[in-house]
């Protein structure tokens, strides 16, 4: 079955903590997102990553860092820098290309909270 | 930048139709697309407009006026699972030449019965 897995599902976190969220597809996407959802909002880009060892900063990466060495595999650490890190959090990945749109499909997400 | 706005929330009965509205402003439009979200779940792709006019899918169909900035979405036949969030996303450049979507704030859809 392809698609995209994030762990943990849950995460507690105490405050000054640096965390980092697991996510993986085996869709074969050359895109990879990280978006934040807080209660009752939509979505916010924190990076992207169009390819292999490239990545950029979306609108709030401010506190988050984020690393692409395999095609597969875009982990998202969320540093003691980010003053409200409790939130949830959603990877997702698209077959990629700037020319065509291309849907994204998304991970079951990552709740984290910090104590 | 980009801002989207559509209303928080919509109740409707079963069996009934239901419109999402979905306004935008943008620097750089490429299209607009439409998500359900059931509670804490991930988001599923809906639709795509890039072009003005409607596309229908099976219950669903979305419709697009780029002169308006406007779109929407039309459930029709409703039914309880349709119990979701809904968002508006534009397509739209953020950074160089990356086409990005920009989510609007969503529309909690509740079904009665």
């Known amino acids: 079955d392809g698609g995209i897995t994030q762990s943990p599902k849950y995460l507690f976190r105490k405050e000054g903590q640096n965390v980092t969220l697991s996510c993986e597809q085996n869709?074969?996407?050359?895109?990879m997102y990280w978006y934040r959802q807080d209660p009752g909002q939509g979505l916010r880009l924190i990076y992207y990553?169009?390819?292999?060892?490239?990545?950029q900063k979306g609108d709030i990466a401010e506190g988050y860092s984020v690393s692409r060495e395999k095609k597969e595999s875009f982990p998202l650490t969320v540093t003691s820098a980010q003053k409200n890190p409790t939130a949830f959090y959603l990877c997702a990945s698209s077959i990629g290309g700037t020319d065509s749109y291309n849907e994204q499909f998304f991970g079951p997400g990552t709740r984290l909270t910090v104590l | 930048g980009q801002s989207l706005e559509q209303p928080s929330e919509v109740t409707a009965v079963e069996g009934a139709i239901v419109q999402i509205n979905c306004t935008y402003q943008t620097s750089g439009f490429y299209g607009l697309s439409w998500y359900q979200q059931h509670d804490g779940g991930a988001p599923t792709f809906l639709s795509y407009?890039?072009?003005?006019g409607l596309e229908e899918t099976g219950r669903f169909s979305s419709f697009l006026s780029r002169s308006d900035s406007y779109g929407y979405l039309l459930l029709q036949e409703l039914q309880m699972k349709d119990s979701a969030s809904y968002f508006c996303?534009?397509?739209?450049?953020?950074?160089?030449?990356?086409?990005?979507?920009?989510f609007g704030s969503g529309t909690q859809l509740t079904v009665l019965p």
């Open positions: 996303a534009v397509r739209a450049p953020l950074k160089g030449s990356a086409r990005q979507l920009t």
């Open positions: 407009n890039a072009l003005d």
């Open positions: 869709l074969n996407h050359d895109a």
């Open positions: 990553s169009q390819i292999v060892n490239d990545f």
